[in-house]
């Protein structure tokens, strides 16, 4: 079955620190995608960031980045040099691609960061 | 260009009554998904669909909620005889043909308030 872990229900930042938030998957499908989103107060979805799982390299946007570890099954977002409208809901998503057949996207639970000045 | 678009932003209804939203996705989508999310919690998925593929309905909470999708474009959400705890932000999101790297653009939902 694919599940999407994320254990950190909370984190705390230092403005200008960089922080990770943590995100743990299962899936045995043999190739698969990684999605980061951030969802501030104001409600909307945001993408972030993609990992495919045959990318040769982790996925970079800016001040995001993802540490990717396939035999780990983890897909770790870096967010680099805090800044206080960073505070937001991150979700970490998957979707899987199987014998001809996308999956749908299966999301985890988020983690809520806060930016402290 | 134009983003995914939900209408209305907000609605309040009495419980009981029905209720109908609205999603019209970015043009050329072929993949729509229905999520909702109560208040600080995470993504619920609801319905799936993609291009003429049978819908996947599998995260319909109850046979009150259906949704449809003409034309492979606009969907309608409709919730029958709704309860107070159908009060949530309903999000739709969008994706090109559905590749497993697309990533979903969202709508900015629909808060929908029971009382």
């Known amino acids: 079955a694919q599940k999407i872990t994320q254990t950190q229900p909370g984190m705390f930042v230092q403005e200008k620190e960089a922080v990770t938030l943590d995100c743990t998957y299962d899936?045995?499908?043999?190739?698969?995608?990684l999605f980061w989103y951030k969802q501030p107060s104001s409600g909307e979805m945001i993408f972030l960031i993609y990992?495919?799982?045959?990318d040769q390299q982790n996925a970079t946007e800016g001040r995001y980045s993802l540490n990717f570890q396939k035999a780990r099954k983890s897909a770790n977002l870096v967010i680099s040099a805090s800044q206080l409208g960073d505070s937001a809901m991150y979700f970490c998503?998957?979707?899987?691609?199987?014998?001809?057949?996308?999956?749908?996207?299966?999301w985890g639970l988020g983690t809520s960061l806060a930016v402290n000045p | 260009g134009a983003g995914v678009s939900q209408s209305p932003s907000n609605k309040v209804t009495e419980k009981g009554k029905d209720v109908e939203l609205r999603c019209d996705p970015i043009?050329?989508?072929?993949?729509l998904y229905w999520y909702r999310q109560s208040l600080g919690q995470g993504l619920e998925f609801l319905i799936y669909?993609?291009?003429?593929?049978?819908?996947?309905k599998s995260g319909l909470p109850s046979d009150r909620f259906s949704a449809e999708r003409t034309g492979g474009s606009v969907s309608t959400l409709t919730i029958q005889r709704t309860q107070q705890e159908d009060s949530a932000v309903y999000l739709c999101?969008?994706?090109?043909?559905?590749?497993?790297?697309?990533?979903?653009?969202f709508g900015n939902g629909t808060r929908l308030t029971v009382t």
């Open positions: 899936t045995s499908d043999p190739s698969y995608g």
């Open positions: 043009s050329g989508h072929t993949a």
């Open positions: 669909f993609q291009g003429n593929s049978a819908p996947d």
């Open positions: 999101a969008s994706s090109p043909p559905d590749g497993y790297n697309s990533p979903l653009h």
């Open positions: 998503a998957m979707r899987g691609y199987n014998a001809g057949n996308n999956r749908k996207l299966i």
């Open positions: 990992q495919g799982s045959y």
